[in-house]
């Protein structure tokens, strides 16, 4: 997306637009849009601000209510963690203890909301400079989250006692990529964040093959309501489990339980003969609340979120 379709959004009289948007229909769109441009407003303006109704629109079932109030990407929003998911990952670093958290590649800042939502410092840096837009206007009420444009790797992290990586899996034209050197940053690169920073967490593709992941990491595989979303990797005091792999399975209201196998997680698989489980450990979880640190519109979507990670 160009960051000219942004900027006309965030003067005061872009946002008056999309507040005053009636909720999107897919049918009354166009009529809305020539009524709109009928009125003398500029038709650029117009298109932007209908897009961003669109969008909001699909974003309600990643985000909830907060939907309303915040800007997205068409990639952007495909590619953000949900809410419920960014809750659990900031469980994480607040309970290994960290306080000031990068977030690199935040996209849209999902994941930069729920971190600074639940107290900590967050330094968040997306290269595309649309998205870091976006980015800004969603973290606009979370005082101790900051937005730089530029590269991940490139930024200066002084300070910083976690990092939370999401590398690009697609090209530029959107086609997947599959190898882990492709991504942008490349793995290994990310990987080696770890010598300086112990607390490591990286979200992948959820067709991460065991062989490539490292011999101290914890990995995750998360599904919500019966999809495959992402592969985590945890390092160091993130990952209290220590080393092997697990399942995180959630429904739709984020309750559900965890399989875990403790161990080297680049083992090959151990295939359960038939009538036999394989060697896993099983607990349930609850979903996690929103502490009262989220403010404006996100507390009362937070709360119903963060509190549920908490006891997992």
């Given amino acids: ?183 942008s940053p490349a793995v290994d690169r990310l990987l080696a964040l770890r010598e300086r920073i112990p607390s490591l967490g990286l979200k992948l593709g959820p067709g991460l093959a065991h062989a490539d992941i490292p011999g101290d990491a914890h990995a995750q595989w998360l599904s919500v309501a019966g999809d495959v979303l992402e592969a985590d990797l945890w390092f160091g005091p993130l990952a209290p489990e220590g080393p092997g792999r697990s399942a995180l399975v959630l429904d739709a209201a984020g309750t559900g339980h965890v399989l875990g196998e403790a161990g080297d997680p680049s083992a090959p698989v151990e295939q359960a003969e038939a009538g036999r489980s394989a060697r896993t450990s099983t607990s349930r979880t609850a979903p996690s609340s929103a502490p009262a640190s989220w403010r404006g519109s996100r507390a009362t979507s937070a709360a119903t979120c963060s509190t549920r990670a908490s006891r997992t």
């Fill in 1 to 183: 997306m160009d960051p000219a379709s942004i900027r006309p959004l965030v003067d005061p009289a872009g946002w008056a637009l999309l507040t005053q948007l009636p909720p999107y229909d897919p049918e009354q769109a166009l009529a809305l849009g020539s009524a709109l441009r009928g009125t003398g407003l500029d038709a650029d303006l117009v298109a932007a601000a209908l897009t961003q109704s669109r969008l909001r629109a699909r974003a309600v079932g990643k985000f909830g209510d907060l939907a309303a109030d915040m800007l997205f990407t068409p990639d952007g929003l495909e590619q953000a963690t949900r809410l419920s998911v960014a809750a659990r990952h900031a469980h994480r670093f607040r309970t290994a203890g960290a306080t000031h958290v990068a977030d690199l590649g935040c996209g849209i800042g999902s994941d930069a909301m729920a971190l600074a939502g639940m107290g900590m410092q967050v330094l968040a840096v997306e290269r595309d400079e649309a998205t870091a837009m976006v980015a800004a206007v969603n973290l606009r009420q979370l005082p101790e989250a900051r937005v730089v444009t530029g590269d991940a790797l490139a930024v200066d992290l002084t300070g910083v006692d976690g990092v939370w990586a999401d590398p690009a899996r697609r090209t530029g034209a959107g086609r997947r990529l599959h190898a882990l050197a492709d991504y």
